[in-house]
Every structure is written in structure tokens, then in C-alpha cells.
């Protein structure tokens, strides 16, 4: 790297890549950690691909999973990790570097990681690189020869990494870890916090790309059948994405891009709990609430899934059809009403009947508000309007005194009448009334109720301006129901408008919301299921697998020698 003749240095660093695979190097820890951090901060430079360094990085993973006893002399059993590492660096962003990736043989390299060979953590760069020769197009078919595995491979990856790291990692003792896994995580700097936090970093991290990794043969139409398979489509509902690579799909956006094929419709239609899940999200403050609306629309347009999905579906997004715009997109809630309405008149008159009468309930609710009632409010006169008006306030003020005087059930019923009255026009007028009527229903222990009626009142207020107290109801009413994603959303966002309505630095969060985002954190950790069953655990890995329990070079290299295996 020194040298100063270019055509000098091109060639000691081609036999340098052509010799380390066959050498024993103790420096070879040290020369692969110096190419890692360039391929990192210098994805895009040519010349350590255009001399050799794939070849050199496959040639070394293929030897570390084939020679067991010199993967684990020196430091070499850091080796595959940061040969895998610099290959999904450099196939990252450029194409033909992938092209020469693959034309030097990495793919089988990476798979044998991707088995789980050596441990989760080779298989977190393993994954990673694959997606990346994957997510391009001339070089996809290399990993496509493959498909079934990988598919299969990615799956069980996604489903298990996060019980695999808390079991392998975060649930073991200090004393106990592997120590080149703790080195990694931390650089060799930091203490048990650091090395916990980043090891939860990585656990999201490996699900992400697995994610990413199947989204790229989805996206393709390829193995749709594996990939709905009817268990999988059921966690791929509660698997967050985006928190360590906002570049992954997450699971909503596996499930969105399945929506783009008949079969990946059919088979999310016929899951109940993931249909449920994208009714939930889609009335919350996640970053997915855009995605969650488009899956449920795209079910609804197709005939052969609208009256499956229709039944659950509709008692959600009748609470969005007066959603003007998301994520810079516009006219929201009219895309809704159409999908929500576009056979009303069969159930109108008769010739269709839903399975749910909360669903047709809701149909007309919503044909009511956005058809009905609209054709009437153009024919009142100014008069009218005002009487409507001043009427309006008066139930109010009653519903108000009737809830201050503990009359909750009579101050609903105010509510609900100066709703049925209030013209559409008057927005402002109605998120309080919606607001107001969901904190009765807050204290008539009506969780249902309150979401429907705060996600009424926050689709009338703005994005950029979201009704706080709506925000702050909605997130005890999840909490009511158990949902602890949603409600820590909301009261994230909640708190967001709080301090911005504020503009002060000494802006304080109210003790109320800090009880609530403690809880629901706690209850959203990543590993919080799996600390859930930790007794079980410890009694399971009474036999320990090499190099998974934390057990130092001579620990391993006796376990060995005494079980005369791997």
C-alpha cells in the first residue's frame, strides 16, 4: 500500500491476493481488518477489485470452512467474517464489481456461511453480500442457481436470528461468550453495555437482510410458493425491519411486494393474523402506516380477495377515507373510499352480503360521510349551515358538562349527536368532538372505540401538525389492547409534537408519557420474547456447539479432541 511506483504496487498487491490464501499468516487478521475499513469507506474504488480480491476472499472463506484446524490457529477464525464482509462492500453499490465477484466464485463460499458453518455472526456478512449480488440484475441468475436454498435458508434466518443471538450471545454469561464475537461487536473497545447494544444492532441487522435477500427474489415472482408459506407470512407480520438498515424492506414491505402477485395475494388474504396486523399499522403512527394501506388496498381491488380481506379490512380504513395526505402523498383517503365503495350498490340493494355486519356497517358509514352526507351539505342554505353550527356547539358544551360531572355514557351519546350534525367542512370542530368522544370511551374501557375515533380526529388535523391529545389516547387504547408497537409510536409522535408546540430547550416530557414509552420499550425489545423463555434455555444448551458458547481457543480446541468431531 506504500509503494509509490503505481505499476509496482498493482502487482505486489495481485500476488499479495493470489498468495494469502495458500500461506499461514498470523498477519493475516491484520491485513483483512486494513482492506475491510477501505472497502468501506471506498466501496466504489476499483483497484482492489480489478486485482484480485474476490478471488482472494472466496479462496479464504472456502479454506475456513474446510480446514477446521487451521480456522482455529492464530486469529484466523476472524477471517471469514471480514473476507465476507469485504465482499458485500464492494458488491454494494457497483455492478460489475458483482459481475467480477461472481466470476470469481464467491457464491458457494458465502452459502457455507450462510448454512450457519462457523456462527450467526458469519452468517450476518454472509447474507448481506448475497443480497447485494442478488439486487442485481446481471447478477442475480449466479444466485438464483441456488434459489430453493437460499430461500429456504433466508427464512429460517429471519424467523430464528433473534432467539439465536439472545441464546448464543445476549442470554450468556459475560465469562462465557465467544470471545471473537464480543472483539468484533466492540472493536475490542467498550464495555458490557456496548457489546449488548451492538449485538442487538446485528440480531436486527441479520433479520433485515434476510428480508432484503427474499424480497429480491419476490420482487421477481420467483418462488412465491416458499415464500407464502402460511407460518412464515405470520412472523413476516411482526418483523419490524429498517431499525438497523433503513435499506431493508422490513416485513411490511415483503408483504406489499408478495401483493404485486396473484398468489402472494391469495396466500396473505387467507392469514387472518397478518391481515390483522396490516389493519393495525395502518391505523398507527409507524413508518409503515403507508405500506400497510397499499397492501390492503391491493387485496381489496383484487376480486378474488376483496370478500376474504373485506370482512376485516373495512372496519380500519373507514377511519382513513378522510386522510388527505401521507408521506407526501396525496388523496389518501379518496384511494380508500373508492376500494372501500367500488360494489357498495350490490350490498346497498341487496345482491351482495357480507359475512361480517360490522363490515357492512362500516361500508355504509363511510358511503354515508363521503357520499351522502356531501350531497346534502351542497344543498343547505347559509342559514341552515349556521343553525348546524350553533347546534353543534351547544351538544358540545352538554356532552362536555355531562362528562365532567362523571356521566361518561350521556356525554358519548352528546358527542356522537353534534358528530351526526357537524358539517364536514368544519374540521377543527370535529377532531375535538371525535377527540373528546374517544377519551368517554378511554374511561368505558373501550379500546376499539377510542382508535376509531382518535384515527378519525388525526386524519382530519394534519401530517405536519397531528392532533396531540388524539396521538396520546390512542396510545392508552393500544396499550389497553397489548399492542406495545403501536402504542410506542403514538406516543413517540405524541411527545415529538409536545416539545416542537413548546420551542424550548427546557421542554420537560410529561412523567405520564416517560411511564408509558418505559413500558412499552420494555415490551418491544427485541429479545423480550425470547428473555420470556430464558429457563427453558438454559436448559438446552447443557451440550454447547463449538465456538457458540463462549469458550476460548484451548476451551475449543480440547472439546475437539474429547468429542473426536467438529
Same mark, same amino acid.
Given at each position: 500500500?506504500?509503494?509509490?511506483?503505481?505499476?509496482?504496487?498493482?502487482?505486489?498487491?495481485?500476488?499479495?491476493?493470489?498468495?494469502?490464501?495458500?500461506?499461514?499468516?498470523?498477519?493475516?487478521?491484520?491485513?483483512?481488518?486494513?482492506?475491510?475499513?477501505?472497502?468501506?469507506?471506498?466501496?466504489?474504488?476499483?483497484?482492489?477489485?480489478?486485482?484480485?480480491?474476490?478471488?482472494?476472499?472466496?479462496?479464504?472463506?472456502?479454506?475456513?470452512?474446510?480446514?477446521?484446524?487451521?480456522?482455529?490457529?492464530?486469529?484466523?477464525?476472524?477471517?471469514?467474517?471480514?473476507?465476507?464482509?469485504?465482499?458485500?462492500?464492494?458488491?454494494?453499490?457497483?455492478?460489475?464489481?458483482?459481475?467480477?465477484?461472481?466470476?470469481?466464485?464467491?457464491?458457494?463460499?458465502?452459502?457455507?456461511?450462510?448454512?450457519?458453518?462457523?456462527?450467526?455472526?458469519?452468517?450476518?456478512?454472509?447474507?448481506?453480500?448475497?443480497?447485494?449480488?442478488?439486487?442485481?440484475?446481471?447478477?442475480?441468475?449466479?444466485?438464483?442457481?441456488?434459489?430453493?436454498?437460499?430461500?429456504?435458508?433466508?427464512?429460517?434466518?429471519?424467523?430464528?436470528?433473534?432467539?439465536?443471538?439472545?441464546?448464543?450471545?445476549?442470554?450468556?454469561?459475560?465469562?462465557?461468550?465467544?470471545?471473537?464475537?464480543?472483539?468484533?461487536?466492540?472493536?475490542?473497545?467498550?464495555?458490557?453495555?456496548?457489546?449488548?447494544?451492538?449485538?442487538?444492532?446485528?440480531?436486527?441487522?441479520?433479520?433485515?437482510?434476510?428480508?432484503?435477500?427474499?424480497?429480491?427474489?419476490?420482487?421477481?415472482?420467483?418462488?412465491?410458493?416458499?415464500?407464502?408459506?402460511?407460518?412464515?407470512?405470520?412472523?413476516?407480520?411482526?418483523?419490524?425491519?429498517?431499525?438497523?438498515?433503513?435499506?431493508?424492506?422490513?416485513?411490511?414491505?415483503?408483504?406489499?411486494?408478495?401483493?404485486?402477485?396473484?398468489?402472494?395475494?391469495?396466500?396473505?388474504?387467507?392469514?387472518?393474523?397478518?391481515?390483522?396486523?396490516?389493519?393495525?399499522?395502518?391505523?398507527?403512527?409507524?413508518?409503515?402506516?403507508?405500506?400497510?394501506?397499499?397492501?390492503?388496498?391491493?387485496?381489496?381491488?383484487?376480486?378474488?380477495?376483496?370478500?376474504?380481506?373485506?370482512?376485516?379490512?373495512?372496519?380500519?380504513?373507514?377511519?382513513?377515507?378522510?386522510?388527505?395526505?401521507?408521506?407526501?402523498?396525496?388523496?389518501?383517503?379518496?384511494?380508500?373510499?373508492?376500494?372501500?365503495?367500488?360494489?357498495?350498490?350490490?350490498?346497498?340493494?341487496?345482491?351482495?352480503?357480507?359475512?361480517?355486519?360490522?363490515?357492512?356497517?362500516?361500508?355504509?358509514?363511510?358511503?354515508?360521510?363521503?357520499?351522502?352526507?356531501? @350531497?346534502?351539505?351542497? &344543498?343547505?342554505?347559509?342559514?341552515?349551515? =349556521? %343553525? *348546524?353550527?350553533? +347546534?353543534?356547539?351547544?351538544?358540545? $358544551?352538554?356532552?362536555?358538562?355531562?362528562?365532567?360531572?362523571?356521566?361518561?355514557?350521556?356525554?358519548?351519546?352528546?358527542?356522537? @349527536?353534534?358528530?351526526? &350534525?357537524?358539517?364536514?367542512?368544519?374540521? =377543527? %370542530? *370535529?377532531?375535538? +368532538?371525535?377527540?373528546?368522544?374517544? $377519551?368517554?370511551?378511554?374511561?368505558?374501557?373501550?379500546?376499539?372505540?377510542?382508535?376509531?375515533?382518535?384515527?378519525?380526529?388525526?386524519?382530519?388535523?394534519?401530517?405536519?401538525?397531528?392532533?396531540?391529545?388524539?396521538?396520546?389516547?390512542?396510545?392508552?387504547?393500544?396499550?389497553?389492547?397489548?399492542?406495545?408497537?403501536?402504542?410506542?409510536?403514538?406516543?413517540?409522535?405524541?411527545?415529538?409534537?409536545?416539545?416542537?408546540?413548546?420551542?424550548?430547550?427546557?421542554?420537560?416530557?410529561?412523567?405520564?408519557?416517560?411511564?408509558?414509552?418505559?413500558?412499552?420499550?420494555?415490551?418491544?425489545?427485541?429479545?423480550?420474547?425470547?428473555?420470556?423463555?430464558?429457563?427453558?434455555?438454559?436448559?438446552?444448551?447443557?451440550?454447547?456447539?463449538?465456538?457458540?458458547?463462549?469458550?476460548?481457543?484451548?476451551?475449543?480446541?480440547?472439546?475437539?479432541?474429547?468429542?473426536?468431531?467438529?
Amino acid at each position: 500500500m506504500n509503494e509509490q511506483d503505481p505499476s509496482l504496487r498493482k502487482a505486489k498487491l495481485a500476488r499479495c491476493f493470489k498468495e494469502m490464501p495458500l500461506r499461514d499468516d498470523q498477519e493475516h487478521v491484520l491485513v483483512l481488518r486494513g482492506i475491510w475499513n477501505i472497502a468501506m469507506t471506498q466501496p466504489d474504488d476499483p483497484e482492489f477489485p480489478s486485482l484480485g480480491v474476490f478471488d482472494c476472499m472466496g479462496k479464504l472463506i472456502q479454506r475456513a470452512v474446510n480446514d477446521k484446524e487451521w480456522l482455529l490457529r492464530d486469529q484466523n477464525i476472524y477471517i471469514p467474517y471480514y473476507a465476507a464482509h469485504i465482499i458485500g462492500s464492494y458488491t454494494m453499490n457497483k455492478v460489475q464489481f458483482a459481475e467480477k465477484a461472481v466470476k470469481s466464485n464467491v457464491v458457494l463460499p458465502l452459502i457455507e456461511l450462510l448454512r450457519g458453518k462457523i456462527s450467526w455472526v458469519e452468517q450476518r456478512v454472509a447474507v448481506r453480500s448475497l443480497g447485494h449480488l442478488a439486487s442485481h440484475a446481471r447478477t442475480f441468475e449466479a444466485i438464483a442457481e441456488h434459489e430453493v436454498e437460499i430461500i429456504k435458508l433466508a427464512m429460517e434466518i429471519a424467523c430464528n436470528c433473534i432467539k439465536t443471538v439472545y441464546r448464543r450471545f445476549i442470554g450468556v454469561k459475560d465469562s462465557k461468550r465467544v470471545k471473537y464475537h464480543s472483539d468484533l461487536l466492540t472493536t475490542g473497545l467498550g464495555d458490557l453495555e456496548i457489546e449488548n447494544r451492538k449485538a442487538e444492532e446485528w440480531a436486527s441487522q441479520l433479520q433485515c437482510w434476510s428480508l432484503h435477500l427474499l424480497n429480491c427474489f419476490a420482487c421477481k415472482g420467483r418462488s412465491l410458493n416458499l415464500i407464502c408459506n402460511k407460518h412464515f407470512l405470520k412472523e413476516l407480520g411482526g418483523m419490524w425491519g429498517g431499525l438497523a438498515n433503513c435499506a431493508s424492506p422490513g416485513g411490511i414491505g415483503c408483504i406489499r411486494t408478495l401483493c404485486n402477485f396473484k398468489t402472494g395475494r391469495e396466500s396473505l388474504a387467507n392469514s387472518k393474523e397478518v391481515i390483522e396486523i396490516l389493519c393495525n399499522i395502518s391505523r398507527s403512527s409507524d413508518d409503515w402506516q403507508c405500506m400497510a394501506i397499499d397492501c390492503l388496498l391491493l387485496l381489496l381491488k383484487d376480486t378474488d380477495t376483496r370478500y376474504i380481506v373485506i370482512n376485516t379490512a373495512a372496519l380500519s380504513l373507514a377511519d382513513l377515507v378522510e386522510l388527505r395526505s401521507l408521506n407526501e402523498r396525496k388523496k389518501v383517503g379518496e384511494a380508500i373510499t373508492q376500494a372501500l365503495l367500488q360494489d357498495y350498490h350490490k350490498i346497498k340493494y341487496g345482491d351482495l352480503k357480507l359475512s361480517s355486519q360490522d363490515a357492512e356497517r362500516a361500508l355504509k358509514e363511510t358511503w354515508d360521510l363521503m357520499v351522502e352526507r356531501r @350531497k346534502r351539505e351542497e &344543498l343547505m342554505s347559509e342559514e341552515e349551515l =349556521k %343553525e *348546524r353550527k350553533n +347546534l353543534v356547539g351547544m351538544l358540545k $358544551q352538554e356532552g362536555n358538562k355531562k362528562f365532567w360531572s362523571g356521566h361518561i355514557e350521556k356525554a358519548v351519546t352528546r358527542y356522537t @349527536k353534534a358528530l351526526d &350534525l357537524c358539517p364536514s367542512k368544519m374540521r =377543527k %370542530e *370535529r377532531i375535538v +368532538l371525535y377527540s373528546n368522544r374517544a $377519551q368517554g370511551y378511554l374511561l368505558l374501557n373501550n379500546p376499539e372505540a377510542v382508535i376509531s375515533d382518535t384515527t378519525r380526529a388525526l386524519c382530519l388535523s394534519t401530517t405536519a401538525n397531528p392532533h396531540r391529545k388524539s396521538l396520546w389516547r390512542r396510545a392508552q387504547a393500544y396499550d389497553m389492547k397489548g399492542l406495545a408497537k403501536e402504542s410506542l409510536m403514538d406516543c413517540l409522535m405524541f411527545i415529538h409534537g409536545r416539545m416542537k408546540a413548546e420551542k424550548t430547550k427546557n421542554a420537560k416530557i410529561p412523567y405520564f408519557a416517560t411511564r408509558m414509552i418505559h413500558k412499552q420499550m420494555n415490551a418491544t425489545w427485541l429479545f423480550a420474547t425470547v428473555a420470556k423463555s430464558k429457563d427453558k434455555y438454559e436448559a438446552e444448551v447443557e451440550k454447547p456447539k463449538v465456538l457458540e458458547h463462549g469458550e476460548d481457543q484451548c476451551q475449543v480446541t480440547e472439546i475437539k479432541e474429547r468429542n473426536g468431531e467438529w
